[in-house]
């Protein structure tokens, strides 16, 4: 065997390369959600159905995470968070990064339409469209407000979830993208400001880079207010019962309180004392999320088994 050989084979990419490649810990987020907005909806839908339209919907969300990484190859070589992702390490070529994306949005897309309607099938095509060229290759380069708009994206899947048993779209599925799309700013500010010096290095207009830490913490502040109403404006639709309630008025009153201490951190202390803080309400905005749509799916079957 030549040295070259041996070279190749060392970074020939594996499978889990490219599960990497689509952004696994992303697309669980994008799966749960959407699963949550197809069994709170008023309509059944068979299992058979049901467990196609959300593979389909994961593929997606691996698809726009896919064509992510290869947009956005160059700034995450900069970058210690993401140089170690599949392209940036050598282990997957960029053109074929591509390749899967596009390959995979087009089947996601297409069987999505198939197995459930078309209404799913075009909000999930949007949504990759949205992710891949509205906020990848417009927004995140350009406008310090890349993750307000950009968090868009996100939040469609749980409205995708409830066409696929549905065939439109409600209040209650409008309700749920936005409190996904009011939570996404504070939950990615917090992010940056603990990895500010990576977004500074890779020339990523990030509130952080371009105003400071004070105004991102103004700015994370004003986001979580606006945010409560809107996941308390949930508990008057159908889909919300005493789980929800309970959970909503607890996590909002929690992460309004821990956006009030971050606010109030002093610059002048420590940066080791303010990336802590940072970090727990990043935590704790995970939480906050996670137990939204949890609760919501336990008063789903808490009337399945009332009814």
């Known amino acids: 065997m030549t040295d070259a050989t041996a070279h190749q084979i060392e970074h020939e990419a594996r499978f889990g390369d490219y599960v990497e490649l689509l952004k696994p810990r ?3 987020l994008v799966v749960f959600t959407a699963l949550v907005g197809l069994i709170v909806a008023p309509v059944g839908v068979h299992p058979f159905v049901a467990a196609v339209s959300i593979l389909c919907i ?61 209404v799913a099938a075009g909000l999930l095509a949007f949504t990759i469209f949205f992710y891949a060229v509205v906020y990848t290759i417009w927004l995140k380069r350009w406008t310090p407000q890349n993750i307000v708009i950009g968090g868009a994206a996100g939040a469609f899947p749980p409205m995708i979830g409830w066409a696929v048993a549905t065939g439109g779209v409600s209040i209650e599925s409008v309700l749920m993208f936005a409190l996904i799309f009011m939570w996404t700013p504070p939950h990615f500010w917090a992010l940056a400001l603990f990895m500010k010096a990576d977004y500074d290095e890779a020339g990523v207009p990030m509130l ?21 109403p809107v996941a308390l404006g ?31 951190r002093n610059e002048d202390v420590a940066a080791a004392d303010n990336y802590k803080a ?13 137990l939204h749509f949890g609760a ?8 399945g088994l009332g009814g």
């Open 26 to 28: 992303v697309m669980s």
């Open 278 to 290: 940072e970090k727990k309400f990043f935590a704790l905005s995970l939480i906050y999320l996670f």
């Open 296 to 303: 919501l799916m336990i008063d789903a079957m808490l009337r």
């Open 58 to 118: 994961a593929l997606g969300g691996g698809a726009s995470g896919a064509l992510n990484m290869w947009y956005d190859a160059d700034i995450d070589r900069i970058m210690k968070r993401t140089k170690g992702r599949p392209i940036p390490s050598g282990r997957i070529a960029p053109g074929e990064a591509l390749g899967v994306g596009l390959t995979l949005s087009g089947f996601a897309v297409v069987f999505l339409g198939l197995a459930a309607n078309w």
């Open 208 to 228: 952080t880079s371009t105003h400071g830490r004070r105004v991102t913490r103004n700015h994370i502040l004003v986001y979580t207010l606006l945010l409560a």
């Open 234 to 264: 949930l508990c008057f639709t159908s889909i919300a019962g005493w789980a929800y309630l309970v959970a909503a008025v607890v996590l909002n009153a929690a992460f309004v309180l821990g956006a009030v201490l971050l606010w109030r």
